[in-house]
């Protein structure tokens, strides 16, 4: 989609297609779907600064073992 003159990739939390595997503090085998708003935050927010697209799954897997060792 076009905003304000630039394109930006629009990525649907809750398309049941997002089912890489994102277990960040739920009890139950989640994935992008079920428990990723703030990957889906992060990659909006990034491709508007930058004018590239990111990857949830590539940033779920990076914040997995980073935010679990900060949250301890």
Not at 17 to 28: G, S
Not at 41 to 65: N, R, V, Y
Request: charged share 15%; with cysteine; net charge positive.
């Amino acid at each position: 989609m076009i905003y304000n003159g630039k394109a930006v990739t629009i990525l649907n939390q809750r398309s049941r297609l997002w089912t890489h595997p994102y277990d960040y503090r739920t009890p139950q085998k989640a994935t992008l779907s079920s428990a990723g708003c703030g990957v889906f935050s992060i990659c909006h927010c990034g491709q508007w600064l930058t004018g590239k697209a990111f990857s949830p799954e590539e940033l779920a897997d990076f914040s997995m073992p980073v935010s679990y060792t900060h949250l301890r």
